[in-house]
Every structure is written in structure tokens, then in C-alpha cells.
């Protein structure tokens, strides 16, 4: 099994709950709150095989296709943040960046990627796309819901529960990987990519409407179905599909290397940062059981 993880996902939940933590005069919260959750993961799933997606700062999106793509809660946060939230961010991104080039490397985890102008989105896609082992995806983001398949499973860990292709499909009446095309008709608001419904005069078009065209069970009469298949609507909605269906075009093909473990990797580490709690036995002991098995001592 191969456990893709959102890695901003986790390094944003490690900000709020452990960026506050320092070792000296650096912060390390962040990596800290990373690493514990990485061990969770690991028990979760019972596999120490994970791959790390990280996103880029710059987008292809936003650069090629949609200048607004994301723009909104970005520049709400800009707006609204304080100056010891902008500085808090920053010291955030610094230990996004070093887990990334650093850390996790340095841990023995060879299966850690990000490509510029890309995000963690397009690269889980892509991995798990290519792989023939069975894939979990260990994020939140309703867009990878388009990834499901016999082999591929989502677990959200807001909620805890795993999602599956049969769940999507009883609940949305949709096959999974479609479901970039519905996001493209209706809209993504968490992406600020539009409806349809802007280009339509008052013609509103939602997720249940865009499922019922592409299942064929729209009525040809419709305002929505007018909408949908007219010029204007068909260009907007072949703009919105660059935006919304994974990966995005260029998503490299990401070669799985085996992972390279030992338990001097994990205490220097450990030792370097000064996660004490890490090296206490109980602890020490289950990093061992899930990444070092060779190294317990017994």
C-alpha cells in the first residue's frame, strides 16, 4: 500500500497547532507537529511506503489559463492578516521548505515531490494514476474526489472516514473521475473557479444540475442545458477544465524509490531539532516498529 499525503494539508495543521514550539532561536513546531503526524499515518495505515506532494508557490493555473484562480482567499488574507500573522506564516514556509529538502531526505524518505508551477493535487493524481499498488490519499480537498477508482481511496482526516469509488458514485450518482468536469461546469469556490452561471444571464447551474448533464438526464429544453452547450458556455467551460480536472497538463510522471531507513537517521534527526519526547522509549520504540525494524533492539 502507498499512503499519498497532502503535505501542506499537514504542514498547515502543524502551524496552528504546533508552530509555536522552537529548539534555540529556530522554530520547529511546524516539522515537529509534521513528524508526529507522519508516525500516525504510518500506524493508521500500517505502512511506512508514503509519498510527500508539496505545492508549488508559483501556478501554471493562474499564469496560463485564470489570473483570478485562487485569488480570493489569498488576498483576503493579505488583507486581513496581522503583521505577527504574516511573520508567523513565514516562519511556516521556512520549515515547509526544510522538511521538504531536508528532513525528510535526510530521514531516509526518497519519495518527497513538488514541481513548479504545480500542486500537491497534480502530483497525487499523478502517482496515484501510474500506481499499481493500492493508493490512499491522505487529504481533505474534494477536487481528488476525481481520483477514485477499484484501487484508489481517499481518507479525510476532518472527518476520519475513508471515501471509496462506490461511495461517490451511491452518493453523487457520478463516476469518480468525471467529477473534474462536474467542479468545471459548476464551479469550485474554495478555488474561485466560476459556475457557468457567470456567462449565463441568471441561468444558474450547481453541482447537481452539472451531474445531471453529463449523465445525459438534463432536458434538452432547459436553460441550463441552453447554457451549457452554447458557445459561450462550452468556451467557459473548456477554460474551467484546464482549472479543475487532474493532473494538470504537464504533471510529470514521479519514479517511486525504495526508502532508505535506519535508526541512526532518526535519532540524529531527532537529536538535531531536540524532539526529546521522539527519543523516549515508548515513542522511540514505535518509530522502530513502523520505519527501523532491523534496528530494534530486543
Known amino acids: ?37 507522519v508516525l500516525k499515518i504510518s500506524y493508521l495505515f500500517n505502512t511506512n511506503n508514503l509519498v510527500f506532494a508539496w505545492d508549488s508557490r508559483k501556478s501554471n493555473r493562474e499564469y496560463l489559463y485564470y489570473s483570478e484562480y485562487k485569488k480570493g ?29 531536508y528532513t525528510l531526505p535526510k530521514l531516509g524518505f526518497k519519495n518527497v515531490f513538488m514541481q513548479v508551477g504545480y500542486e500537491a493535487d497534480d502530483i497525487m493524481a499523478s502517482v496515484a494514476e501510474f500506481s499499481t499498488e493500492k493508493v490512499v490519499i491522505y487529504s481533505d480537498d474534494h477536487d481528488m474526489l476525481q481520483c477514485l477508482n477499484g484501487h484508489v481511496e ?13 461511495d461517490i458514485i451511491k452518493e453523487k450518482d457520478i463516476l469518480p473521475h468525471i467529477y473534474g468536469m462536474v467542479l468545471a461546469i459548476s464551479g469550485c469556490r474554495t478555488d ?21 448533464y453529463l449523465n445525459n438526464k438534463l432536458p434538452v429544453d432547459s436553460a441550463q442545458y441552453q447554457l451549457i452547450i452554447s458557445k459561450k458556455g462550452s468556451k467557459f467551460i473548456a477554460r474551467n477544465a484546464f482549472l479543475t480536472c487532474l493532473p494538470f497538463e504537464g504533471t510529470k510522471v514521479f519514479e517511486l524509490q525504495k526508502n532508505n531507513f535506519s535508526a541512526k537517521k ?33
Request: charged content about 30%; hydrophobic content about 35%; aromatic content about 12%.
Open 266 to 298: 532518526f535519532r540524529n534527526i531527532f537529536s538535531e531539532y531536540g524532539f526529546k519526547s521522539f527519543l523516549k522509549q515508548e515513542t522511540w520504540l514505535k518509530w522502530m516498529r513502523q520505519f527501523c525494524q532491523d534496528d530494534i533492539p530486543f
Open 73 to 101: 482567499a489569498r488576498e483576503k488574507i493579505k488583507k486581513e492578516a496581522t503583521k505577527e500573522e504574516k511573520r508567523e506564516m513565514r516562519y511556516a514556509h521556512e520549515q515547509f521548505r526544510e522538511l521538504r529538502l
Open 1 to 37: 500500500m502507498i499512503v499519498i499525503v497532502d503535505s501542506n494539508l499537514v504542514g498547515y495543521k502543524s502551524k496552528y497547532t504546533q508552530g509555536f514550539l522552537s529548539h534555540g532561536d529556530k522554530r520547529t513546531g511546524v516539522i515537529f507537529g509534521f513528524l508526529d503526524t
Open 192 to 212: 474561485n473557479v466560476p459556475s457557468v452561471t457567470t456567462v449565463g444571464k441568471g441561468t444558474k447551474v450547481g453541482e447537481k444540475t452539472a451531474i445531471k
Open 154 to 166: 481517499i481518507y479525510m482526516p476532518r472527518s476520519k472516514k475513508i471515501v471509496t469509488q462506490n
